[in-house]
């Protein structure tokens, strides 16, 4: 069964230094995003793509946040520099186009700790 | 206020028992709903779309009304295995098609 994949699974890093995780979509999905998981809440949209385009990154904290999709296919989420806050669970998910668009597959996540 | 709210729980049930999760959504613009599953330190999973008509799978029956902009989740003879967090979620209409989580209810089912 086709997997989103991500990496790292885990990341631990000091605040200010710059972090990037990385996504790997189901192959032919055009749809992709980003959520922000904090321990003991629902998942939270960043951003989202379509294709190589982002449809809607009004949740990104663009000051220190940025995510690009240059090809169309995976993707990377950068945070530059790391804050105590943004201790959480990174989620990726894709989706596919048509009558089914709306079932998003998450990926593993990637667990941000920032000391 | 939240646009998904649900009750976190948790809520302790022994096998066999039947529980059921509400969950209210405030956008009315909201156009597809959800119930996922997530485990300890797992990535959420579809369990089951919700329809209007209502819909069943197995042990597991969801109920949506969009006048009361209210959803539910029903799960009969519980097992061990279904102690989870179960998410309501909501997509809207149009282009940004992204999901809204609620904060989830934790479910422990127990032996």
């Known amino acids: 069964e086709a997997e989103v994949a991500q990496s790292p699974r885990y990341k631990i890093t000091e605040k200010s230094q710059a972090v990037a995780f990385w996504c790997d979509p189901i192959?032919?999905?055009?749809?992709l995003y980003w959520y922000r998981q904090i321990l003991g809440q629902g998942p939270e949209l960043l951003v989202q793509f379509q294709d190589e385009s982002v449809v809607d990154d009004s949740q990104l904290p663009k000051d220190r946040f940025s995510a690009e999709r240059l090809k169309g296919v995976d993707s990377t989420l950068k945070i530059q520099p790391a804050e105590l806050g943004d201790s959480a669970m990174y989620l990726c998910?894709?989706?596919?186009?048509?009558?089914?668009?709306?079932?998003?597959?998450f990926g593993p996540g990637t667990r941000l700790t920032v000391l | 206020r939240k646009e998904v709210e649900q009750d976190p729980g948790p809520f302790n049930v022994p096998e066999g028992a039947t529980v059921a999760f509400n969950c209210t959504y405030s956008n009315s613009a909201s156009q597809s709903f959800f119930w996922y599953r997530q485990d300890c330190r797992k990535e959420p999973k579809l369990l089951m779309s919700v329809y209007s008509s209502g819909n069943e799978d197995g042990r597991f029956t969801a109920q949506l009304n969009r006048a009361s902009q209210y959803i539910s989740l029903l799960i009969r003879d519980s097992k061990l295995s279904d102690s989870a967090t179960y998410l309501c979620v909501v997509s809207s209409r149009g282009g940004r098609r992204a999901l809204t989580f609620g904060s989830g209810t934790r479910l422990q089912v127990q032996p």
């Open positions: 998910a894709s989706s596919q186009v048509g009558p089914r668009r709306d079932e998003q597959f």
């Open positions: 192959s032919g999905h055009a749809t």
